[in-house]
């Protein structure tokens, strides 16, 4: 399937059934989240994977009992940087000189020119900048996912703080800003399997200056 | 190509030529973008479509002088919703409903309990969450441009304010986020082309609980 097959076969999956999805497609997801682009390669996230069962259970809890997260078989957790720090963003450019065989010279002037940007900005600034980026990577994973013919389900509607909690993120400098199921569509029991895919049409969402 | 292949082969160009990106491939990018999941299915955002030289050229000055603007045939800013208004939610729903055949009952729970939350957050809030969805649209277009082997690149930096200034978005309720121009690399100025890909590794990405 192409790109396009891909976007409309997905949907945000309402009912799964348990059914595991296979480490290869799995992989193959998690694959391209690492792929997806981000600001200047900066990647200001982690991605927790999460198969435990207790786990899920103390998950769905947090989650508004949305029971796909215990009926998937692998569920996603994207935690952004809670902040940029100097240790953080020297630490890629070290590493992308590293393996472009570049000077940290040559890079200098750009990575110094965005630590101010970064901390000319408050650390709530500093976060958002970074979820932004974890948004790129759902992107990639839906389209992926959809690829692999896996279900999931973006989900923004959990207590932030309180998965935050039952990972351990605070330690980490990390905040949870997206979980995402994968899983199989229970197609007896999921109201949103039949309905039409709504999006709001070209002309209202495209303008041609 | 599929997925992978797509997300390998892509980069943030740095050179374009000024080859035109043909019509269809660029609508086939829109579509993606068009077809992309976001909030609640809200697609709280507008794109436009920037062909006009002249205002290509402003876009560039806004830009800090990025020569891809002008070089691109196509230039793509993702502007979001202001703010999450009655007016706005409700006209989204009502679609929904419209196409699927449903009562405007069927939703009015949910709906009032979406514009509660959003009633609850500051304009600050509201218009953050907007813009994150944009993001997920970027990573769709992302892959669906390499997929038709077109070259684009994502941008963050660029003076907002102005942009809005620019292209009017203030009067219609909108602020710039993303600027993606597509056209085709110039691979004898590009610095970036040849330079190694780089990720964050695995196990540094990624952890398994």
Same mark, same amino acid.
């Given at each position: 399937?192409?790109?396009?097959?891909?976007?409309?076969?997905?949907?945000?999956?309402?009912?799964?059934?348990?059914?595991?999805?296979?480490?290869?497609?799995?992989?193959?997801?998690?694959?391209?989240?690492?792929?997806?682009?981000?600001?200047?390669?900066?990647?200001?996230?982690?991605? =927790?994977?999460?198969?435990?069962?207790?786990?899920?259970?103390?998950?769905?809890?947090?989650?508004?009992?949305?029971?796909?997260?215990?009926?998937?078989?692998?569920?996603?957790?994207?935690?952004?940087?809670?902040?940029?720090?100097?240790?953080?963003?020297?630490?890629?450019?070290?590493?992308?000189?590293?393996?472009?065989?570049?000077?940290?010279?040559?890079?200098?002037?750009?990575?110094?020119?965005?630590?101010?940007?970064?901390?000319?900005?408050?650390?709530?600034?500093?976060?958002?900048?970074?979820?932004?980026?974890?948004?790129?990577?759902?992107?990639?994973?839906?389209?992926?996912?959809?690829?692999?013919?896996?279900?999931?389900?973006?989900?923004?509607?959990?207590?932030?703080?309180?998965?935050?909690?039952?990972?351990? =993120?605070?330690?980490?400098?990390?905040?949870?800003?997206?979980?995402?199921?994968?899983?199989?569509?229970?197609?007896?029991?999921?109201?949103?399997?039949?309905?039409?895919?709504?999006?709001?049409?070209?002309?209202?969402?495209?303008?041609?200056?």
């Amino acid at each position: 399937m192409n790109v396009l097959q891909n976007l409309k076969w997905r949907y945000a999956t309402k009912a799964m059934n348990g059914q595991a999805v296979p480490q290869e497609k799995v992989d193959y997801i998690l694959e391209a989240i690492q792929l997806t682009a981000s600001s200047s390669g900066l990647q200001p996230y982690e991605v =927790l994977l999460i198969t435990n069962p207790e786990l899920k259970a103390q998950i769905r809890k947090a989650a508004y009992d949305q029971s796909q997260i215990t009926d998937a078989s692998h569920v996603l957790v994207f935690a952004a940087w809670d902040q940029y720090t100097e240790e953080r963003v020297n630490s890629v450019f070290k590493r992308n000189n590293e393996i472009r065989g570049l000077d940290d010279s040559a890079t200098d002037a750009y990575r110094t020119r965005l630590l101010t940007m970064f901390n000319a900005q408050t650390q709530e600034q500093n976060f958002n900048h970074a979820a932004k980026q974890a948004y790129i990577a759902l992107g990639s994973a839906l389209v992926a996912a959809a690829e692999q013919e896996v279900d999931s389900t973006p989900m923004e509607g959990f207590d932030n703080e309180a998965l935050d909690e039952i990972l351990n =993120l605070k330690e980490k400098g990390l905040k949870s800003v997206l979980v995402l199921p994968l899983g199989y569509r229970d197609t007896t029991k999921d109201w949103l399997v039949n309905m039409k895919k709504v999006r709001t049409p070209k002309e209202e969402l495209i303008t041609q200056i």
